[in-house]
């Protein structure tokens, strides 16, 4: 159910993923507020859409540039 999204908690890498119970513990194991699966997801989601976008301007401007000087990348 819960994701461990805060790299600096000591069980980041152990336990990733925990449920509610280990949440609801006398002593939970992360030491953070617990994030949702899919709120963490929505928020990946997102980035991903970003980082696409950016990817893609950044490969037009690299075919314009190409398109200037082609005949200069192909001699060299």
């Not at 336990?15 to 609801?24: D, I, R």
């Not at 928020?43 to 190409?66: G, H, M, P, V």
Request: glycine share 2%; net charge neutral; aromatic share 6%.
């Amino acid at each position: 159910m819960f994701v461990c999204a805060k790299t600096t908690c000591p069980n980041h890498k152990k336990q990733p993923l925990y449920c509610l119970v280990c949440c609801e513990d006398e002593n939970p194991i992360h030491d953070h507020v617990p994030k949702s699966i899919s709120t963490q997801t929505s928020s990946l989601q997102t980035l991903w859409q970003e980082i696409r976008k950016d990817a893609s301007q950044k490969l037009a401007a690299c075919d314009e540039w190409l398109g200037h000087y082609r005949g200069l990348v192909t001699l060299l």
